[in-house]
Structures are given as C-alpha cells and as structure tokens.
C-alpha cells in the first residue's frame, strides 16, 4: 500500500491492462484486507481515496468479470455485507433505441 498516484496508473496499465483515465474507479486492497485504496480519474486530474480500518477488514463482494456495481463498492467502503440480495429490474434510457 506504499504506491501513490503513478505507481497505481503503472498497476492499471501493466496488470489490469485498461486506461487509469477512462473514469472507472480502480479499488485496490492489502493483503491483510484492513486498507483500501480507490483510485479515480475527474476531469483535471486523479482522485485517491484511502481508508484504513482501526478493526475488522473489508469483506470480499462477489465479482462479476472483475467488476463492482457502485451501489457494491459503496457497501465494501462501508463494510455491509450483503448476504442476499435480489435487484428488481430498471428502465435505462440506453437499452432503447431514440428516434
């Protein structure tokens, strides 16, 4: 967890093979599970969120493909833990088509 804004951007691009400026929020996330880091691109420059937990550790969500809904990353960053859900589909402006 020593990395800071560049060493996180080489991680991104060397590992996760994907663009640190694309505007997806990157979470990364000791071994031990008791700090996370998210790493975030707003237009100008990079946001770096930090949290270290004094008790307990972050739980791990389930990952579809890699990734997190935000509504998951919000409840990894709080520490709720959701044992079962059930998400009810939603109208999306982008699933039809525009005249």
Do not use: A
């Not at 044992?83 to 402006?93: G, N, P, T, W």
């Amino acid at each position: 967890m020593r990395k800071s804004f560049d060493g996180l951007c080489g991680l991104v691009v060397s590992v996760m093979q994907r663009q640190p400026t694309s505007g997806e929020v990157f979470v990364f996330l000791n071994r031990s599970r008791t700090h996370i880091k998210l790493l975030h691109w707003e237009h100008g420059g990079f946001v770096l969120y930090y949290k270290r937990l004094e008790q307990g550790t972050f739980g791990s969500p389930e990952l579809k493909k890699g990734e997190l809904s935000w509504s998951e990353l919000v409840l990894l960053v709080e520490g709720i833990l959701v044992v079962k859900s059930i998400q009810k589909k939603r109208y999306s402006l982008h699933q039809k088509q525009l005249f």
